[in-house]
């Protein structure tokens, strides 16, 4: 058996030029998600660390860190998560683990935040879950696509 017949039919053609998925489109939303949600970031980061009257919080109802700690670890965090987003256009496997990860940190650390903006905080977690889940659910239809999907043994 030739080994031409057992390579995806679109192995050789561009990207731009394959058929569109749906499973390609929660990629992309993703990407626009974490794009949008790392910018938030940076502004919420921003925000703590130049205008720290936007909070109002007593330092009890903080973890570990001050106002300010806390605006450096969002302004570092929203600059991962808008730059794995941009690395999601690519259709890399790699972005999309990286994605996965820095969702995820991201997730963790709007909970430590919680008691400062709870409303923000949920709505940050809700988005990073529908991310994860968009990534993790529909990946394998975009990510595996840029010539690092395993190729199909020949039986012989």
Not at 32 to 45: C, R
Not at 112 to 124: E, G, H, M, R, Y
């Amino acid at each position: 058996m030739n080994t031409q017949e057992n390579s995806p039919r679109h192995e050789n053609v561009p990207s731009y030029r394959r058929p569109f998925s749906p499973g390609a489109g929660w990629v992309w939303f993703a990407a626009v998600m974490m794009v949008l949600t790392g910018t938030f970031n940076a502004v919420e980061g921003l925000a703590a660390l130049f205008q720290q009257r936007f909070y109002v919080v007593s330092p009890d109802q903080l973890l570990v860190l001050n106002l300010t700690g806390w605006g450096w670890v969002h302004l570092a965090v929203g600059v991962l998560i808008a730059a794995a987003g941009c690395a999601l256009f690519t259709g890399a496997l790699w972005a999309g683990v990286v994605a996965v990860l820095v969702a995820a940190v991201n997730a963790i650390v709007q909970l430590a935040f919680l008691a400062v903006s709870p409303v923000w905080s949920v709505l940050i977690i809700a988005l990073n879950v529908i991310v994860i889940w968009a990534l993790v659910v529909n990946g394998s239809e975009v990510l595996f696509s840029g010539g690092t999907r395993p190729r199909p043994t020949s039986k012989r």
